[in-house]
């Protein structure tokens, strides 16, 4: 019986690499087979998925996984510029270690945020409205102007987080800031995500206007719960493309 259990736990299911993390990698050898250096465009996306075989979302995700990592820049109307070279396994090891954080930084992002609109609703000023409002239109205008909306999206929450005065919670989100920047620039990254995103701000900002405690921390949370619906978190390759040979 103790043999059937050992033989048991030893045959367990092989984990297939996500369809976006292999792109990732093949990115990687284009790269360096290219011989790209810092400053160099990679193809487009339209013809890096037909090369692939996968599709421009698919690309578009494994994009957004290196720009997270600082190795490219998605730029609107001029593509993917390379910012530096950096070694396949290396990239690929900082990319599961992001997939391994993401969780804790969502985690966080409900502990403090919820209670920073919470907190906003109760005590924010018509100023502290103003900038709120001011952060929202300058979103607007990113994504109409073609952007994601990151700058938008960074100056709302910083708005509400101001909004709450609170200098304890307002340190706590300061040094949170560099991992809540990887995480906006992969959620943004998501097909369809700004505008959802502008919504959610719209809700939460509504009901700090209403003075609406309640109201502000429920918009805050189901926000948040939308926008760190990523790519990393997903856990099953997209069955509907073959994986990347």
Not at 105 to 132: F, M, N, P, Y
Not at 209 to 238: C, F, K, T
Request: proline share 4%.
């Amino acid at each position: 019986m103790a043999r059937e259990r050992r033989e048991s736990k030893s045959l367990r299911p092989i984990a297939r690499p996500r369809l976006y993390e292999q792109l990732v990698e093949k990115l990687c050898e284009h790269i360096d087979e290219a011989g790209l250096r810092a400053g160099d465009r990679l193809p487009p996306e339209r013809e890096l998925a037909a090369q692939l075989g996968v599709s421009r979302v698919s690309v578009g995700q494994a994009l957004v996984a290196l720009e997270v990592q600082g190795i490219i820049d998605v730029r609107h109307g001029d593509g993917a510029v390379l910012l530096e070279t950096c070694p396949e396994q290396q990239v690929i090891a900082a990319l599961r270690a992001h997939q391994r954080r993401l969780p804790e930084i969502i985690e966080a992002r409900e502990a403090l945020e919820v209670k920073l609109a919470a907190l906003a609703a109760e005590r924010r000023t018509d100023t502290d409205l103003a900038r709120i409002d001011d952060s929202l239109a300058f979103m607007d205008a990113e994504i109409t102007g073609g952007g994601r909306g990151e700058e938008g999206d960074e100056r709302f929450h910083a708005s509400v987080t101001a909004a709450a005065h609170s200098g304890l919670l307002a340190d706590l989100m300061k040094e949170l800031s560099p991992l809540i920047l990887e995480s906006r620039i992969e959620s943004l990254g998501q097909p369809g995500r700004p505008r959802q995103s502008l919504a959610g701000h719209h809700r939460i900002a509504e009901a700090i206007r209403a003075r609406d405690a309640g109201g502000a921390a429920e918009a805050m949370l189901a926000h948040i719960r939308l926008v760190s619906d990523v790519a990393a978190l997903r856990w099953n390759p997209d069955e509907s493309e073959a994986p990347v040979t």
